[in-house]
């Protein structure tokens, strides 16, 4: 169930709703927007699901966040024929951002249709040659939206993996 609908079900009840509005940060779940701070960067982990509305709404986020604002995004899987519209009319939500990491091969219109300013890459796979240039790349103040299918980061342990690195590098002198 999900907290709206708790929420919901107590106000129909005559409850008290405010502690279900006080809940933990740490109750969402890995994957669904969940925020992190590593070194003072600040990681937006929404890697468990995407598709063209979730994906503009998380992009529509970013914007408004302070600092550089990165997105990493990955392809939106199972879209059919439409697919590569769909991943390329994403490049006016990026606009106000400061730049846009590809992942996978769906994002490649994705790519292509990004202004060079906004283009930093383009990767076949969350690797480790992502996360080594995301590790070199970023800087405290940063806000790194991690966003698509869940294949494409999430099963993959890509943003735990990511964060490790940010310490790790932030670590060394």
């Known amino acids: 169930m999900t907290l709206g609908a708790v929420i919901c079900v107590l106000d129909i009840l005559?409850?008290?709703i405010a502690p279900a509005?006080?809940?933990p940060a740490?109750?969402?779940?890995a994957g669904r927007g969940q925020v992190l701070e590593v070194g003072g960067i600040t990681i937006i982990d929404d890697s468990y699901n995407a598709n063209p509305v979730s994906m503009q709404a998380a992009l529509e986020s970013l914007a408004l966040r302070p600092g550089r604002k990165i997105a990493v995004l990955g392809e939106m899987l199972e879209l059919g024929r439409e697919s590569a519209r769909f991943h390329a009319d994403l490049a006016e939500y990026c606009s106000p951002l400061d730049t846009v990491v590809c992942v996978g091969a769906g994002m490649r219109p994705l790519y292509?249709?990004?202004v060079e300013p906004l283009r930093a890459s383009w990767h076949a796979n969350?690797?480790?040659p992502l996360i080594r240039e995301l590790s070199e790349e970023v800087a405290p103040g940063d806000t790194l939206l991690v966003k698509g299918s869940n294949r494409v980061f999430w099963a993959q342990g890509f943003v735990s993996k990511l964060a490790d690195a940010l310490r790790a590098h932030r670590a060394t002198p």
């Not at 740490?26 to 779940?29: A, G, K, R």
Request: proline letters at 6%; zero cysteines; charged letters at 25%.
């Open 14 to 16: 005559g409850r008290d």
């Open 21 to 23: 509005l006080n809940l």
């Open 26 to 29: 740490t109750l969402v779940p």
């Open 112 to 114: 292509e249709a990004l």
């Open 126 to 128: 969350a690797g480790e």
